[in-house]
């Protein structure tokens, strides 16, 4: 095992350094509007009149705040602060507060509302901008934010967060971040981005009133989220917390077995770590047991009659590899060990884009790329598929050391 983890570390550092961050530094950059740009085809047409998002400016602030700080290089520093600027400039609201959720390629608002998930997105990435550059402002602003989403998003009645406000903070009808989504007040992929957003905020703000919301956040997830039959998130949900559909997202599953951890571990509550621990072991046996391939790779989704949607995005594969890997060092059962391995393989083998660089969306159930999608997007991004790399080499160092002790 020892053997494979260093050739795992260095493929993982490659791949990071060679081949993702890369492609970003290069490509991303809309040196003639500001920010980023909005779109780029599989084909590497940009798309010069895509509107630009902020989850994709939010993400990019993570990633490159997060790569200068595992490896201190200037390149990364440089990309980082030009996100943060630009963040600012471009989506922020002076006048009703928070985070504006579609510009367009100039910089004026398409989509003024307030999206939850994307002020969770932008608290996530200031805190790592802060742990990066120790930049106060970031970290102030980190926390206004945080005070104006319990302000506004809270719910007070049957706890948890509402997805969304008029660009005023009043109430409005549309909730969904996407055409693909259920259009409900309430949803998993919102309160799992929130609680990681909270989580990273309380590694450096010790707030009782932020460390009341965390440990609100794990209980609304372990009692209304988790299906606690079959072990998988339930996805959409009205204000009372009534369940909207049945559908089952391996790869948020797996995302979520791991944050769900860290945030009970930062958190530091031992009798609610032990709880949450034994409900992610649950979640990424469910996982495994009805959401691998036999290539290793992870299906999108599925319900409780099988499959649903056979492709294998980027994003659950990377999620993947932390996620098994994660309760294996829960359990030290060999069957997460190689599920992560086999999940870096499958990337290797099939999501990697040995033409144009990064990673391609995802493949259809035959192993080819989809070829009608794009390759920087709104939700094509470097966030899951970079903090992967930097997880696993964190996760494979320790294990090193055990090891060689």
Same mark, same amino acid.
């Given at each position: 095992m020892h053997v494979d983890i260093e050739n795992w570390k260095?493929?993982?550092?490659? %791949?990071?350094?060679? !081949?993702?961050?890369?492609? /970003? *530094?290069? +490509?991303?950059?809309?040196?003639?509007?500001?920010?980023?740009?909005?779109? #780029? &085809?599989?084909? @590497?047409?940009?798309?010069?009149?895509? &509107?630009? $998002?902020?989850? =994709?400016?939010?993400? #990019?602030? /993570?990633?490159? $705040?997060?790569?200068?700080?595992?490896?201190?290089?200037?390149?990364?520093? !440089? @990309?980082?602060?030009?996100?943060?600027? $630009? *963040?600012?400039? =471009?989506?922020?609201?002076?006048?009703?507060?928070?985070?504006? /959720?579609?510009?367009?390629?100039?910089? &004026?608002?398409? %989509?003024?509302?307030?999206?939850?998930?994307?002020q969770a997105f932008v608290i996530y990435a200031l805190t790592e901008y802060f742990l990066a550059t120790g930049c106060e402002v970031a970290l102030v602003n980190g926390i206004a934010l945080f005070h104006l989403l319990e302000q506004h998003s809270y719910d007070a009645e049957h706890r948890g967060y509402f997805e969304a406000f008029s660009r005023e903070w009043s109430v409005t009808d549309h909730f969904s971040l996407s055409d693909k989504d259920l259009n409900e007040k309430k949803s998993m992929n919102t309160h799992l981005h929130v609680l990681e957003a909270y989580t990273h905020l309380y590694r450096v703000w010790k707030s009782p009133l932020l460390g009341q919301k965390l440990? %609100? *956040? #794990?209980?609304?997830?372990?009692?209304?989220?988790? !299906?606690? &039959?079959? +072990? +998988?998130? =339930?996805?959409?949900?009205? %204000?009372?917390? !009534?369940s909207k559909s049945n559908a089952i997202s391996y790869g948020h599953d797996i995302e979520g077995s791991w944050l769900l951890y860290e945030a009970a571990q930062v958190l530091g509550n031992e009798k609610l770590l032990a709880k949450v621990r034994g409900i992610v072991i649950s979640m990424a046996n469910a996982t495994l047991h009805e959401g691998v391939d036999q290539d290793g790779g992870i299906w999108n989704e599925g319900n409780e009659h099988g499959i649903t949607n056979a492709n294998k995005d980027w994003w659950p594969q990377a999620e993947a590899m932390v996620g098994f890997y994660n309760a294996f060092q829960l359990t030290d059962d060999p069957r997460f060990y190689d599920a992560a391995l086999n999940s870096w393989h499958f990337i290797q083998n099939y999501i990697v884009d040995p033409v144009h660089g990064e990673w391609v969306w995802g493949v259809d159930p035959s192993g080819k790329p989809l070829p009608n999608e794009p390759k920087l997007s709104a939700w094509k991004c470097p966030y899951h598929n970079s903090r992967a790399c930097i997880e696993m080499l964190r996760r494979l160092s320790i294990s090193c050391d055990d090891v060689s002790n």
């Amino acid at each position: 095992m020892h053997v494979d983890i260093e050739n795992w570390k260095q493929a993982l550092q490659k %791949e990071l350094e060679a !081949n993702i961050l890369p492609f /970003w *530094l290069t +490509h991303a950059k809309d040196v003639k509007h500001g920010g980023f740009i909005g779109q #780029i &085809n599989q084909d @590497m047409t940009v798309v010069h009149d895509a &509107n630009k $998002s902020l989850v =994709l400016a939010a993400r #990019i602030l /993570w990633t490159f $705040s997060a790569a200068y700080r595992f490896t201190d290089k200037q390149d990364y520093l !440089n @990309m980082a602060h030009y996100a943060y600027t $630009s *963040l600012f400039e =471009l989506f922020a609201d002076e006048q009703y507060r928070g985070f504006y /959720w579609l510009i367009d390629y100039k910089g &004026n608002p398409i %989509e003024a509302k307030k999206q939850v998930y994307g002020q969770a997105f932008v608290i996530y990435a200031l805190t790592e901008y802060f742990l990066a550059t120790g930049c106060e402002v970031a970290l102030v602003n980190g926390i206004a934010l945080f005070h104006l989403l319990e302000q506004h998003s809270y719910d007070a009645e049957h706890r948890g967060y509402f997805e969304a406000f008029s660009r005023e903070w009043s109430v409005t009808d549309h909730f969904s971040l996407s055409d693909k989504d259920l259009n409900e007040k309430k949803s998993m992929n919102t309160h799992l981005h929130v609680l990681e957003a909270y989580t990273h905020l309380y590694r450096v703000w010790k707030s009782p009133l932020l460390g009341q919301k965390l440990t %609100e *956040l #794990i209980e609304i997830t372990l009692h209304h989220i988790i !299906n606690q &039959n079959h +072990h +998988h998130f =339930l996805l959409f949900f009205d %204000e009372q917390w !009534n369940s909207k559909s049945n559908a089952i997202s391996y790869g948020h599953d797996i995302e979520g077995s791991w944050l769900l951890y860290e945030a009970a571990q930062v958190l530091g509550n031992e009798k609610l770590l032990a709880k949450v621990r034994g409900i992610v072991i649950s979640m990424a046996n469910a996982t495994l047991h009805e959401g691998v391939d036999q290539d290793g790779g992870i299906w999108n989704e599925g319900n409780e009659h099988g499959i649903t949607n056979a492709n294998k995005d980027w994003w659950p594969q990377a999620e993947a590899m932390v996620g098994f890997y994660n309760a294996f060092q829960l359990t030290d059962d060999p069957r997460f060990y190689d599920a992560a391995l086999n999940s870096w393989h499958f990337i290797q083998n099939y999501i990697v884009d040995p033409v144009h660089g990064e990673w391609v969306w995802g493949v259809d159930p035959s192993g080819k790329p989809l070829p009608n999608e794009p390759k920087l997007s709104a939700w094509k991004c470097p966030y899951h598929n970079s903090r992967a790399c930097i997880e696993m080499l964190r996760r494979l160092s320790i294990s090193c050391d055990d090891v060689s002790n």
